[in-house]
Nanobody, 127 residues
Framework: VQLQASGGGLVQAGGSLRLSCAASGRTFNRNAMGWFRRAPGKEREFVATISGSGINTDYENSVKGRFTTSRDNAKNTVYLQMNSLKPEDTAVYYC?????????????????????WGQGTQVTVSS
C-alpha cells in the first residue's frame, strides 16, 4: 500500500498550487484522508481532512477559505487545492489515510488516527 503525494513546488505569495495524493495497493473510498504539514523547526500539524464519500471536510483555521480538499474515488486520489498562498504555508505536506475507521461520513483531525502516510511534497512560498 502506498500513498504518493505530488504537486509541490516554489510559488510566490498569493499564488496557487494543487497537491495530489494517489493511493495504490488498495482503495480508500470508505476511509478518511487527511493532509498535514511540517514547517521548518515545527511539529507536524493538521491541515485538512475529507471523509470517504467526500461529504464532510474540515480545515485548520489558518487555511479555511484558502484551501480546499476533494477526492476522486474512481481514481483513488485526493487533492488539496491551495490558493492565496502565504510564506507561512511553507512546509512539507503529507497525505494520510485512516483505515481503522470505516464510514463514508467519517473524518478526523487526529494524526494518531491515520495509519498510512505518504512521503511528503515540499511547498515553498516566497514573499
Amino acid at each position: 500500500v502506498q500513498l504518493q503525494a505530488s504537486g509541490g513546488g516554489l510559488v510566490q505569495a498569493g499564488g496557487s498550487l494543487r497537491l495530489s495524493c494517489a493511493a495504490s495497493g488498495r482503495t480508500f473510498n470508505r476511509n478518511a484522508m487527511g493532509w498535514f504539514r511540517r514547517a521548518p523547526g515545527k511539529e507536524r500539524e493538521f491541515v485538512a481532512t475529507i471523509s470517504g464519500s467526500g461529504i464532510n471536510t474540515d480545515y485548520e483555521n489558518s487555511v479555511k477559505g484558502r484551501f480546499t480538499t476533494s477526492r476522486d474515488n474512481a481514481k483513488n486520489t485526493v487533492y488539496l487545492q491551495m490558493n492565496s498562498l502565504k510564506p507561512e504555508d511553507t512546509a512539507v505536506y503529507y497525505c494520510a489515510a485512516d483505515t481503522r475507521q470505516v464510514g463514508s461520513a467519517y473524518s478526523t483531525r487526529r494524526q494518531d488516527e491515520y495509519d498510512y502516510w505518504g512521503q511528503g511534497t515540499q511547498v515553498t512560498v516566497s514573499s
